[in-house]
């Protein structure tokens, strides 16, 4: 590993190591449960949360790297047991720059009912341009569950897919933007929940979606100085 590629997984093992912390402040996991990992930019690399480490014992000394086959390159622990999910996705989708999985209970109620959350709210237009998907069932440890993160996201709007009878997963162009979706899929599928059991809501038209998440995406938030669209923050 020479010096600029160290010195970006240095950088990146804290990033991830912080943003484990956005989980637990939103409650999107419990005990060891759900991780956080980030591609390393022109490498073929990820930086992932270990398996089984206690949140408060997180840090940047604790988070393994590896090749996006899998393999152990960096660090003195197993990496999570989603792992090959992960390293699928960034194999298969190399504008992802971000991975993140909770069990967020919301969300993960309607991954057991393998039901879409529908696009009933604004905010949700804004983020995920219409419905949060399901993904098929898979079993844990192998590259099943990145297949079907693929397969469901691929030409997508969504960054969020719930994976049937397991939870969710995020993806972003880096992972702070990952760990954005997870904590917005939550909200949303909350909010959804709350909704429909006082009724049926109301749908919103296509077209107002589009145009909700399009001016999200390219308009909403702060610009640089030359002209560009910041990073997409709700107030």
């Avoid at 997963?169 to 599928?189: L, N, P, W, Y």
């Amino acid at each position: 590993m020479n010096t600029d590629t160290a010195r970006q997984v240095r950088a990146l093992r804290e990033t991830v190591a912080r943003l484990h912390g956005e989980l637990t402040r939103y409650a999107l996991v419990a005990w060891t449960a759900g991780n956080v990992s980030a591609r390393v930019p022109g490498q073929d690399l990820m930086v992932i949360k270990p398996s089984g480490v206690d949140y408060d014992a997180l840090t940047a000394e604790t988070m393994v790297v590896c090749d996006l086959n899998g393999t152990v390159v960096d660090g003195g622990g197993a990496p999570s047991s989603d792992t090959a999910a992960h390293a699928y996705v960034y194999r298969a989708m190399p504008q992802v720059g971000g991975v993140v999985h909770t069990h967020s209970s919301y969300a993960t109620a309607w991954a057991a009912r393998g039901e879409a959350i529908p696009c009933w709210l604004t905010a949700q237009a804004d983020e995920f341009g219409g419905e949060i998907p399901v993904g098929p069932f898979a079993l844990i440890g192998g590259d099943d569950i990145g297949k079907g993160i693929v397969s469901t996201l691929s030409g997508h709007r969504s960054p969020a897919v719930l994976m049937r009878n397991h939870g969710v997963f995020t993806i972003g162009r880096d992972a702070r933007a990952a760990v954005k979706a997870a904590v917005m899929c939550e909200d949303v599928a909350r909010t959804a929940h709350l909704a429909r059991a006082l009724g049926q809501p109301l749908p919103m038209a296509q077209a107002d979606i589009s145009s909700l998440h399009d001016r999200y995406q390219n308009v909403y938030g702060q610009r640089s100085t030359g002209g560009s669209p910041g990073v997409p923050r709700r107030s």
